[in-house]
């Protein structure tokens, strides 16, 4: 058999999903018939020797029954209080230590459309010559929620966020909720961050983005990215009709047979 990728894989999945308007928190709501952690948990299988779920008490036992059903290994952390991804992210940082992994994939929970072929372009632009700090694939267009602000070299420079209050594009450079660090860039570097960032004034949460342009600036060359293709993969479901889209999105590529991915 063949041992499994050294990268382990961390989902914060602690949110009420409220705006979703379930009666189950937002990472075990239905999508086109299975908990949507459990598609997030069937897309990384055998990419990753184990995923960490960053959950809300009591969530323990339905996240892992999912994760038994899409065949990949799980710990639960909890998260007793929403005090932002930053700190969702920091909390496996024990199960980090413990596992050793060579490289820490995050992804949202709700990232649910995001293709095998992304996947294997995350994996090609940390193997592609020296492993940089942070990878991850962006997409442009338009009315932006999140805009990655480029320098004149074109490496990443800043950050825009539509829900703390910034000022945004027309058109702009989003993330697609998929990012891959290096073991140090996720002990020691994001650690080192968020020793010194406390949390932004709109919504009283310790961001995890900022963290991006924070390491460019310090360790230029850090970050990597690459262009993803299918805009529908970087949407997040947080509204019935995000489901809807994401549902019809689901079962066009289930009907088409094929996949059209992001390449760096």
């Not at 184990?50 to 899409?70: Q, Y």
């Not at 920091?90 to 996947?119: K, M, Y």
Request: aromatic residues 6%.
């Amino acid at each position: 058999m063949t041992a499994a990728p050294a990268r382990l894989l961390i989902v914060p999945a602690a949110g009420l999903g409220t705006r979703l308007g379930g009666a189950v928190p937002k990472a075990l709501a239905m999508v086109a018939g299975k908990p949507m952690i459990q598609r997030v948990f069937e897309l990384h299988r055998g990419r990753v020797a184990l995923a960490v779920a960053v959950v809300r008490p009591g969530m323990e036992a339905g996240v892992e029954a999912v994760a038994h059903e899409a065949g990949i290994p799980v710990r639960c952390v909890r998260q007793e209080r929403p005090t932002g991804m930053l700190d969702a992210i920091l909390l496996a940082a024990g199960e980090v230590r413990r596992a050793d992994p060579a490289s820490v994939w995050i992804t949202w929970c709700d990232q649910v459309a995001v293709r095998a072929e992304t996947l294997d372009a995350l994996e090609r632009a940390c193997a592609d010559g020296e492993e940089p700090c942070v990878a991850f694939p962006t997409l442009v267009g338009p009315r932006p929620y999140i805009h990655f602000e480029r320098d004149p070299a074109g490496r990443v420079a800043g950050l825009r966020q539509r829900r703390e209050g910034d000022v945004m594009p027309e058109v702009g450079e989003s993330d697609a909720g998929l990012f891959a660090l290096s073991r140090r860039a996720y002990l020691e570097h994001l650690a080192e961050f968020a020793a010194g960032v406390g949390a932004r004034g709109a919504t009283g949460e310790r961001n995890f983005l900022p963290f991006i342009p924070w390491l460019e600036a310090r360790v230029p060359g850090a970050v990597r990215t690459f262009p993803c293709r299918e805009g529908m993969e970087a949407l997040g479901v947080n509204t019935p009709e995000d489901l809807a889209r994401v549902e019809a999105y689901l079962a066009s590529r289930s009907a088409a047979g094929g996949e059209a991915g992001c390449a760096p």
